[in-house]
């Protein structure tokens, strides 16, 4: 039967944990001689310099073959989405309702509006966007090694929206039935909404439960077009004071005082009929003024 094994005191452990570390009898450092830990070193550390060269050398080929001023793919982004203001959105809907009689409410509409088109009064268009475009044609620009890929964008004034701009009426008409919306419709890098030049895209509103609400609507500028000059956009980083073109809407409510409004930007290269997806090329609204 083989002897039970002696056991062990607490000193004894740690005499044997410290010839361990330093062994005076063979000169070794936690088993090895300092000879042979230089060599395990002087391993690690080219291991470790070769592993951080393949790692930066995969980032930079990786870096190298993107482009910083668009995405490389954008393939589910063929059409582009179209918003109103004010952005009162639902949950499964748009809804712009306030009442005339009560102040607070048709001016929370007022300064939603008057906060939106901030970036678009004159002293901000002349500071970043003071160049004069041609109307009516695409605006194309080239790289040149001197723009470091910096681009021009044209102007877009909140004077231009007329009756809609807040600067005569500072309520957009929700002091009364006579309301102003915003249709802004989204960027993709790149767009060019029509092939034809002489046909640009705009705006068209159509109000679905039957016209009786609507007296009329007016566009806001010139009928509602956006101008071709305002495409392509070339990116947030490539083109970084660029601001979307507007059109507003000024609508004469009558009778109750309440529509559903449908309004599309009309090209033939803008889709609309997407049922998975309600803001493509289009927004539906209900519009409703109550007293």
Not at 42 to 49: D, I, M, N, Q
Not at 250 to 274: G, H, M, P, T, W
Request: positive net charge; proline residues 6%.
């Amino acid at each position: 039967m083989a002897a039970l094994k002696e056991k062990r005191s607490c000193g004894q452990r740690c005499e044997d944990f410290g010839r361990f570390v330093w062994n005076s009898d063979n000169g070794t450092l936690m088993g090895r001689t300092p000879e042979k830990w230089v060599y395990i070193s002087l391993y690690y550390v080219a291991f470790y310099v070769v592993m951080t060269a393949l790692f930066s050398l995969a980032i930079w080929t990786l870096m190298y073959t993107l482009d910083p001023y668009a995405p490389d793919y954008q393939d589910r982004l063929k059409s582009p989405g179209v918003m109103v203001w004010p952005d009162t959105y639902l949950e499964e809907k748009v809804q712009i309702a306030y009442n005339t009689s009560n102040k607070e409410s048709w001016m929370k509409m007022a300064k939603i509006l008057t906060k939106f088109l901030q970036p678009y009064n004159e002293t901000n268009q002349l500071e970043y966007n003071n160049y004069t475009c041609t109307k009516g044609k695409y605006f194309f620009q080239n790289f040149t090694p001197t723009s470091h890929h910096i681009k021009r964008a044209c102007p877009f004034t909140q004077s231009m929206l007329g009756h809609c701009s807040g600067l005569e009426d500072p309520t957009f008409g929700y002091n009364c039935s006579m309301p102003c919306v915003i249709i802004k419709m989204n960027r993709i890098i790149g767009f060019l909404p029509t092939n034809h030049t002489d046909s640009p895209p705009y705006v068209n509103c159509t109000v679905l439960d039957g016209h009786e609400n609507v007296e009329k609507m007016e566009y806001f500028p010139n009928k509602g077009i956006m101008d071709l000059s305002y495409f392509p956009y070339y990116g947030k980083l490539a083109q970084p004071t660029y601001v979307n073109p507007l059109v507003a809407v000024r609508f004469s409510l009558v009778k109750e005082k309440s529509a559903k409004i449908q309004c599309r930007v009309v090209s033939d290269k803008i889709s609309y009929e997407n049922f998975y997806d309600p803001f493509e090329g289009k927004v539906i609204f209900e519009l409703k003024a109550l007293k």
